[in-house]
Structure formats: structure tokens, C-alpha cells
């Protein structure tokens, strides 16, 4: 049987601990997005039925797809079951390759790490073949692009998982000093709420950077020294052109990058300074691109990434 056509729609899903964001592209037609958020219970089951309502939705106004990719920030092995994923715990053992077949029937599904993906998205949009990619939203993802491809080959490159700090804050996976730990979005709002006294939500961060409150400036300033931290030790290993900071909560905040920038530029050495840092050009949207990248290279056109087909 044929595979489906350049022409046939493609659907990228980017699926987030809390959100779930979908674009579909087909030429001749406008593009289609749209976007909804997990059932409060992170039961999977009530997962993937939100998700196959969703794209129920797609289908009826927009049409058919031929080719899926979908950006998770879970870990699978070979076979596609869900081995850990700390923002959705209940999916742990969850055939992902299975239940992505009984949400997308008829249509070339490939899956592949979101921060890969991202990287991937950003690195051709900033026409650059070696770029680190770090993304801030309710964990940290992060990848990888050296002369144009993702790397490493055989896994995803677990930026957020990278120690900052040995005897920082426990992160999610169960070790300390993880990146995750200190510059998430959870994890800036629980620092800020320490320091204010009170629970601290993202308006709230917000405003109070705008107006130079102590607890929100200092908050964000660790978060943003530990993103400097990583990205410097990024540039050691592998010196790429371009260090592209993106994610939902990076973005919501004005001034985040640039203090990022900032920081990494002034722990530079001698020979070998920071690598230069940018905002997401495609914003938090980065990965969502990048989905609709790897649905791309299902099709006939040329594969930008290494697809891992679902079984």
C-alpha cells in the first residue's frame, strides 16, 4: 500500500504534563491549530479519550491526515510502552505505540522526544546546524543538533535532567541538583512562594517582576543562573553556534532570556566564550513545529528526522 502523499495533511501533537497542542498543515489548505488541557485526574484512559475528542474535532472541520508526529516528553522503550513520565505518573506502563494507532487508524504515526524535536524546529528556522535548545515550561526538555541532525542517535539528550546544583532541591525523577529542579516552572513558583510567604501563581510572578519585588526578581534570577550554568557547560562539550531558550514559561516572561543571556555571557571563559543565547523564534511553539517536522518525514519528501515508527 502507497504511504501517504507530501499533499496529504500532516499533524504534529505536542503533548505537554499539562496541556496538549496540535497543528495540522496540508498544502492548499490554512493551517489548523488548536489546543486543550489534560483532565485534572491524570488518569490515561480519560487522557487519550480527551486527546481522540480532540482530534474528532480536527477531522470534522478540517479534514483528514495522513501522517502523525508527536512530541512527548515521556520515556519509552523499543516497543513504545511509557517507562516514566513524571508529569503524567498514571501513564507508567501505558502502550503508547498501541493507543496512538487506536487514536490515529489509517494514518503513518512516528513518535520522538519534544526537546529533540524543538531543537530541531529552532535550528532550521535560525538556518544554524549546531544549536542546544533548552525549553522551560512545567519540566525542562531540552536537545541537541549537531551539523543539522538530532543527536544522540540511540536516546534523547536529557537537558533538564543535567546537575546544576549536588545538593539543590530534589527533583521529580528523585535526584538533587537536577536543572529541572531549580529553573522550572513549578519549581521557580514554589522558590518564590517560599520566599513571599504565600502561594505564588504565574500572574503573580509576573506581576511582581513587574514591579520589582523581591521574591519574584530573586525567584526568577536562580532559575535563570541555573539556565546560564547549563548552557556554558553545553557550550564546553560541544560549542554550538546558538543557545535557544524557548517553552511556555519562558516566554510568558518578559526579561527571562535576556537575563539568561546575560548570566551565560558573563560566566564565559577566556577562548571560549558562552555560546550566544536566544528566545524561541517559534516561541513556545517550538516543539509543536517540530511534530509536524517528523510527520513531514513520513511522507514521501526528504525525512528531517529519524522517525521512530510506532509498531
Not at 19 to 25: I, S, T
Request: charged share 20%.
Amino acid at each position: 500500500m502507497p504511504g501517504p502523499r507530501p499533499a496529504d495533511g500532516l499533524l504534529g501533537v505536542d503533548v505537554g504534563g499539562t496541556k496538549v497542542a496540535l497543528r495540522a498543515e496540508a498544502a492548499g489548505r490554512p493551517a489548523y491549530e488548536s489546543s486543550f488541557r489534560w483532565p485534572r485526574d491524570a488518569d490515561p484512559a480519560a487522557d487519550l479519550a480527551a486527546l481522540a475528542a480532540e482530534v474528532d474535532r480536527l477531522r470534522d472541520t478540517w479534514g483528514p491526515v495522513a501522517a502523525v508526529g508527536v512530541a512527548m516528553p515521556a520515556t519509552t522503550d523499543p516497543a513504545g510502552i511509557v517507562t516514566t513520565w513524571p508529569g503524567r505518573p498514571g501513564w507508567a506502563g501505558l502502550d503508547l505505540a498501541g493507543a496512538l494507532r487506536r487514536v490515529f487508524p489509517g494514518a503513518a504515526t512516528a513518535v520522538a522526544d519534544d526537546g529533540d524535536l524543538a531543537a530541531l524546529a529552532e535550528a532550521r528556522h535560525a538556518g544554524r546546524d549546531d544549536v542546544v535548545y533548552l525549553g522551560v515550561g512545567t519540566g525542562i526538555g531540552g536537545g541537541v543538533v549537531l551539523a543539522g541532525r538530532p543527536v544522540p542517535g540511540r536516546s534523547s539528550a536529557e537537558v533538564g535532567h543535567m546537575i546544576v546544583a549536588l545538593d539543590g532541591e530534589r527533583c521529580d525523577c528523585g535526584r538533587r541538583g537536577c536543572l529541572q529542579s531549580i529553573a522550572s516552572g513549578p519549581a521557580t513558583l514554589r522558590r518564590a512562594g517560599a520566599a513571599r510567604g504565600a502561594e505564588v501563581g504565574f500572574d503573580d510572578l509576573r506581576a511582581g517582576l513587574d514591579e520589582g519585588v523581591a521574591w519574584a526578581v530573586d525567584a526568577v534570577d536562580a532559575s535563570c543562573r541555573a539556565l546560564a550554568a547549563a548552557v556554558v557547560s553545553l557550550g564546553e562539550l560541544l560549542d554550538p553556534a546558538l543557545a535557544v531558550v524557548g517553552g511556555g514559561f519562558a516566554a510568558g516572561l518578559p526579561g527571562f532570556v535576556p537575563l539568561v543571556a546575560e548570566r551565560a555571557r558573563a560566566a564565559g571563559r577566556p577562548g571560549r566564550p558562552a555560546p550566544p543565547v536566544r528566545a524561541a523564534a517559534l516561541g513556545a511553539l517550538s516543539s509543536l513545529h517540530g511534530a509536524v517536522e517528523l510527520a513531514r518525514g513520513l511522507t514521501d519528501a526528504p525525512a528531517s528526522v529519524r522517525p521512530t515508527p510506532t509498531p
